[in-house]
């Protein structure tokens, strides 16, 4: 988005920090989308009469839709303020929420599915709208914290979302799951709608053919899209191909207990100060890689925790650096960069469930050794930059390297 000439200065600590909060809320409530129906797949299977294969679109199907959403917002932000529009899309979210539990009551594959992608295209408002609320409303001192914790709520709406969708599901209904989310999205977007917490507007040419088509070069950024079209992409796979596996623990319980591991955005954070972001990228890589090999070696116990932390604290860490290198770029690509890396990143998530599916009768031993293979590649690929450099050198400063969050700041 560009930037704005709202000053974040002018805000006080207070007010930062609660739009902060009210961002990180949202995001459970927005993100979580993605994951909370991982766990009750057998019970949308029920409820809609249908094969698992078919449930199993679930989250593809909003992840899928989000990414092509992100496209339509980028358009719609030309011509309406991002106030308007983050709150029209929450709200558009809210009404699609109801719509979807009102198609699992009838049992009606189709409207369920629909609903999905209605949810997944509203829920693109959230990504780039929230940062710009961040950005706008946090004074430059309060400003690294400010988006480190945003970073962190969106992984964490990972175990929280699913955690939350069970627990109202055996609390209520799987459908009682979506109306929750209609009424807690509600109140957010009428917020959203009295404060227009940012003005920002997509520039005009984020979107030109031959500019976009560059940036998937080897020699430029394909490299970091080909690792960001799987940050979520393991995310999700690793959840789902746990969730189908005979591990023989309590499942609410590991995802509580995972959760703080999100808190790895904040170390990635100070990391990002001192090393490239290629190199802190890989080391999260390298981390995920070794939690993946964790579950596949142990798969029950307290092993499996171990591997669950490493896996998520090892995304968590990558996560940031990875856009860290997409803010470093000259400014004449920066914001087409970050844009595309949030459409790849959540194409990439619609892809984690499909591929646990297709390996349906595999154990979780044998799915978690391919996941660390792939997350040992994505350590080799951003390895590569020390000696194969893109032809969009990262912008320097006379310090040395810019760091995430910076560079998160000057793509506002």
């Known amino acids: 988005m560009a930037r704005t000439t709202t000053t974040a200065g002018e805000h006080s600590t207070a007010h930062g920090l609660a739009v902060t909060a009210l961002m990180m809320v949202t995001a459970t409530l927005v993100v979580g989308q993605l994951y909370a129906y991982l766990p009750l797949l057998p019970e949308i299977t029920a409820e809609l009469s249908t094969t698992a294969s078919v449930a199993a679109w679930t989250t593809p199907a909003f992840a ?29 979210l809210s009404i699609a929420s109801a719509a979807t539990a009102a198609a699992l009551m009838l049992a009606s594959e189709e409207a369920f599915l629909l609903g999905r992608v209605a949810q997944g295209l509203a829920a693109a408002t959230f990504p780039p709208l929230a940062i ?122 590991f995802r509580l207990l995972g959760a703080p591991a999100v808190l ?68 004449e690509h920066r914001q087409r960069a970050i844009v595309l ?20 009768g595999q154990p979780l031993s044998v799915k978690m050794w391919l996941l660390a293979v792939v997350y040992l590649l994505a350590t080799a690929s951003v390895g590569s930059y020390r000696w194969w450099p893109a032809r969009l050198a990262p912008a320097r400063t006379a310090a040395g390297n810019e760091t995430g969050q910076a560079a998160v700041e000057d793509a506002a």
């Open 132 to 253: 710009m609320a961040i950005v706008e409303h946090t004074s430059a001192r309060l400003r690294p914290t400010a988006v480190g914790l945003f970073s962190a709520s969106l992984l964490m709406a990972a175990p929280l979302g699913q955690m939350l969708a069970a627990a109202v599901a055996g609390w209520w209904s799987v459908h009682g799951v979506f109306l929750a989310s209609a009424v807690s999205l509600m109140p957010i977007a009428v917020v959203l709608w009295l404060r227009r917490l940012t003005a920002a507007r997509t520039p005009r040419d984020v979107f030109d053919i031959a500019a976009v088509a560059a940036l998937f070069h080897w020699r430029a950024l394909g490299r970091m899209y080909a690792v960001t079209l799987i940050l979520l992409m393991g995310l999700v796979f690793y959840y789902a191909a746990v969730q189908a596996g005979d591990t023989g623990v309590d499942l609410q319980l």
């Open 64 to 92: 899928l839709s989000q990414a092509v959403g992100l496209v339509l917002v980028g358009w719609l932000n030309q011509r309406v303020t991002g106030g308007r529009l983050f709150a029209a899309g929450m709200g558009a």
């Open 264 to 331: 790895m955005t904040l170390v990635a954070g100070a990391l990002l100060y001192r090393w490239s972001a290629p190199a802190v990228q890989a080391f999260g890589f390298t981390v995920a890689a070794c939690g993946a090999v964790v579950t596949g070696l142990t798969a029950n116990g307290i092993g499996l925790q171990v591997g669950h932390w490493l896996l998520l604290g090892g995304i968590a860490t990558a996560v940031p650096a990875v856009l860290s290198f997409m803010g470093e770029q000259p400014p």
């Open 341 to 360: 890396y949030t459409i790849v990143l959540f194409a990439g998530a619609s892809l984690g469930a499909p591929v646990v599916d297709a390996m349906d």
